[in-house]
C-alpha cells in the first residue's frame, strides 16, 4: 500500500505565494501518477495537476497554469505543488493523490487533504 500525506496549506493573500508538498511512502514502486486535487467548499472535487512517475511529464488545468508547478524529488519520494499569483477562486481543500494500478484507473490513494485560504 502507499500512504500519502499532505503539508503546506494555510492562509495567504491574493497575489502570494505558497507550496504544497506531499510525501509518498510505503510501496511507492506501484505508483504511476501522482497528482493534485481541490475541493472549494460546496463544489465538486476538480483535477488542478498532475505528474507521471516514471517521466515527470506534467498536465495541468487551464485555470492554474503559468501559475502553478508541480514537482517532484525522487530520493524523498515526495512531489511539490508550488502555487504563484494566487487568487481568492483558489480557495479549497487540496487532496494529493497517486494512481497505482496503471496508467488508465482513476487515483485510487488520497491524502487527507490541506486547506488553502487566499483571502482578498
Known amino acids: 500500500q502507499v500512504q500519502l500525506v499532505e503539508s503546506g496549506g494555510g492562509l495567504v493573500q491574493a497575489g502570494g505565494s505558497l507550496r504544497l508538498s506531499c510525501a509518498a511512502s510505503g510501496r511507492t514502486f506501484v505508483i504511476y501518477d501522482m497528482g493534485w486535487f481541490r475541493q472549494a467548499l460546496g463544489k465538486e472535487r476538480e483535477f488542478v495537476v498532475a505528474?507521471?512517475?516514471?517521466?515527470?511529464?506534467?498536465a495541468y488545468a487551464d485555470s492554474v497554469k503559468g501559475r502553478f508547478t508541480i514537482s517532484r524529488d525522487n530520493a524523498k519520494n515526495t512531489v511539490y505543488l508550488q502555487m504563484n499569483s494566487l487568487k481568492p477562486e483558489d480557495t479549497a481543500v487540496y487532496y494529493c493523490?497517486?494512481?497505482?494500478?496503471?496508467?488508465?484507473?482513476?487515483?485510487?490513494?488520497w491524502g487527507q487533504g490541506t486547506q488553502v485560504t487566499v483571502s482578498s
Open positions: 493523490a497517486a494512481r497505482t494500478r496503471n496508467y488508465y484507473t482513476n487515483y485510487d490513494v
Open positions: 505528474i507521471r512517475w516514471s517521466s515527470s511529464s506534467t
